[in-house]
């Protein structure tokens, strides 16, 4: 559905959507998900020994913007790989590091990383003329990577994130955390430009290709240098004017304990796995027309890109709305919503195996 007071000038658009891809062949996500499941206590130790991570087997770099230490000192169950059954790891990722990303970048290697379904040896070719105004709407439905995406040869000017108007901010790359959607304008040049997403901290990328002119296809590996430019998370970005929620303080503030760890894979909100048998145990009350804070507290050693359902929030006093949002590890990041959509709605990690083992909670409006 499109915004009849969509103010944006351009004259095509196109969908791109990323993912990472199981083949089915070299396994599956129920496959991936046993072995997640059996942590890396489980682990041979030389399995391991390809990250050159701290002690507890995650990088613990960070990268500022908006957010905060979590001062909290809250310890989490980390990785420490440990000799034990020796069992071979097909799917387990380990020595994936990201400074965009605070450390640790993923858990899972995957075979494929797909732009609009196809592979970057069989790219998808986006076709027009030189000098055309473009719109990207850009996705990521991945289960466990997050996406660097750039245009060689051109600078983007980002223009909505999850669905809402930012400040107009002009970028070389963008980072996209699961679940998170960008819009930019790009206005092409003449010859053939790869579209590359580079899965962060994966060294694996998916491509697809604009066609204005003529031109060689570039080979499937290449990485435009727009790639380590200028690179923008949701944190740097700010709310249009005219979405920016009015200010006031916040009537209700909760506080979202992000916990677990790879060791036992045991990911929960304030330490709770969610329980599909009794979903309505334990919920985050909240009451109609009252200004709601989160404070999303990572305690753990991974990030996290938490979505809320029925709802958009805005980071910080005058970030971006969004409905997802990347929250580093040991960092703490606030959002605000206005309770305006009573039922009960699912929080959750978009890491989809953090997720499936627990990472959700509830959200639940006072009766």
């Known amino acids: 559905m499109e915004d009849p007071k969509e103010p944006l000038s351009y004259d ?14 070299t396994g599956t996500p129920d496959d991936v998900f046993a072995e997640l499941q059996r942590g890396m206590g489980g682990m041979h130790m030389g399995e391991a020994s390809g990250s050159s991570a701290d002690s507890s087997g995650h990088d613990r770099g960070h990268m500022g913007g908006t957010d905060m230490d979590s001062g909290t000192g809250a310890a989490s169950s980390s990785p420490s790989p440990s000799s034990g059954a020796g069992m071979s790891t097909r799917f387990m990722l380990m020595g994936a590091r990201s400074p965009l990303l605070g450390g640790d970048a993923g858990d899972v290697k995957y075979p494929h990383h797909l732009i609009n379904g196809r592979v970057p040896a069989d790219p998808e070719v986006f076709r027009t003329k030189p000098g055309k105004r473009i719109r990207l709407r850009l996705i990521n439905a991945g289960g466990d990577t997050a996406y660097r995406v750039s245009l060689s040869g051109h600078r983007l000017t980002l223009t909505h994130t999850d669905g809402f108007p930012i400040r107009h901010q002009q970028v070389d790359a963008v ?11 790009v206005t092409l040049g003449d010859s053939v430009f790869p579209l590359v997403a580079l899965a962060e901290g994966k060294d694996a990328t998916g491509m697809a290709l ?11 590996t290449m990485r435009p240098t727009e790639l380590d430019g200028t690179i923008v998370t949701a944190s740097q970005l700010r709310a249009a004017d005219d979405v920016r929620l009015p200010s006031k303080p916040a009537d209700q503030v909760h506080r979202i304990e992000l916990t677990g760890g790879m060791m036992t894979y045991n990911w929960a909100i304030n330490g709770k796995r969610f329980d599909m048998d009794n979903p309505t145990a334990s919920p985050i009350m909240v009451e109609q027309g009252r200004r709601v804070r989160m404070d999303f507290v990572n305690t753990t050693t991974m990030w996290h890109p938490m979505h809320l359902h029925g709802h958009t929030y805005q980071l910080g006093t005058g970030g971006p709305r969004k409905d997802t949002a990347i929250v580093l590890p040991r960092k703490t990041l606030s959002v605000f919503f206005d309770a305006d959509n009573p039922g009960q709605w699912m929080l959750h990690c978009h890491n989809a195996y953090h997720g499936e083992v627990g990472m959700m909670a509830l959200v639940a409006y006072q009766s």
């Open 12 to 25: 095509e658009e196109w969908v791109v959507v990323l993912d990472d891809w199981l083949d089915g062949v």
């Open 175 to 185: 980072l996209i955390g699961m679940g998170e959607r960008y819009d930019a304008l």
């Open 210 to 220: 604009v066609r204005t002119g003529s031109g060689s296809t570039p080979k499937p």
